[in-house]
């Protein structure tokens, strides 16, 4: 979900003009507000790595391939690379990397497009993906506190396009505002 998509959701869920213009102002991302020392403490041990247990399917029903995904998945990631390498600029598809992430290494089964509150489901559970780009410095990562979802699969992609991945349960999320809730722990970068 880009910044814009986020303001036009809060907008759409009947928040203010004024409400809107805050989150906007203050900069607020749905990635950047879940502290990324806590994110990063918490990728050290991946040994909870989530299986999936059902088959995948596309968003309109059909069964695909994961190792297809994968191949998707590399090939985008091969043409990000190159344009930076060519551009010195980052590719924007940051949030369907880590999606597409989610799915191959996690069993991410997605919903159809544009549904709100949870991103699809991991072992039968709803789950929200927020992805951090390696041009993020903030270090949080905001999610809303009125999604539906039970937990929150963090994806950090670092500058060499290296991908990390870790669910965390929403009760261990920290109310940020009334609306949002986020991390609190420090980052260890890389």
């Keep these: 979900m880009s910044d814009w998509d986020f303001l036009y959701?809060?907008?759409?869920?009947?928040?203010?003009?004024q409400e809107i213009a805050d989150a906007a102002g203050a900069g607020l991302a749905p990635w950047e507000y879940i502290n990324s020392d806590w994110?990063?403490?918490?990728?050290?041990?991946?040994?909870?790595?989530?299986?999936?247990?059902e088959s995948f399917k596309s968003r309109a029903g059909f069964p695909y391939s994961t190792l297809d995904q994968i191949e998707i998945l590399e090939d985008l990631v091969d043409c990000a690379s190159r344009h930076l390498e060519n551009t010195g600029r980052y590719l924007q598809i940051w949030g369907e990397l880590g999606e597409l992430y989610a799915e191959t290494k996690f069993g991410l089964?997605?919903?159809?497009?544009h549904k709100a509150g949870s991103d699809g489901t991991i072992a039968g559970k709803l789950v929200e993906v927020k992805t951090i780009s390696p041009e993020k410095s903030g270090d949080h990562v905001l999610v809303k506190s009125q999604g539906d979802f039970e937990q929150l699969l963090i994806i950090r992609i670092d500058r060499d396009f290296q991908f990390k991945g870790k669910l965390f349960d929403r009760s261990?999320?920290?109310?940020f505002?009334?609306?949002?809730?986020?991390?609190?722990?420090?980052?260890?970068?890389?």
């Design 109 to 113: 089964c997605r919903h159809e497009t």
């Design 177 to 190: 505002t009334s609306k949002f809730l986020k991390g609190d722990s420090s980052i260890i970068r890389d």
């Design 39 to 53: 994110i990063d403490s918490q990728f050290e041990d991946d040994s909870d790595s989530v299986e999936p247990d």
């Design 172 to 175: 261990e999320l920290k109310r």
């Design 9 to 17: 959701e809060m907008n759409e869920l009947g928040y203010s003009p």
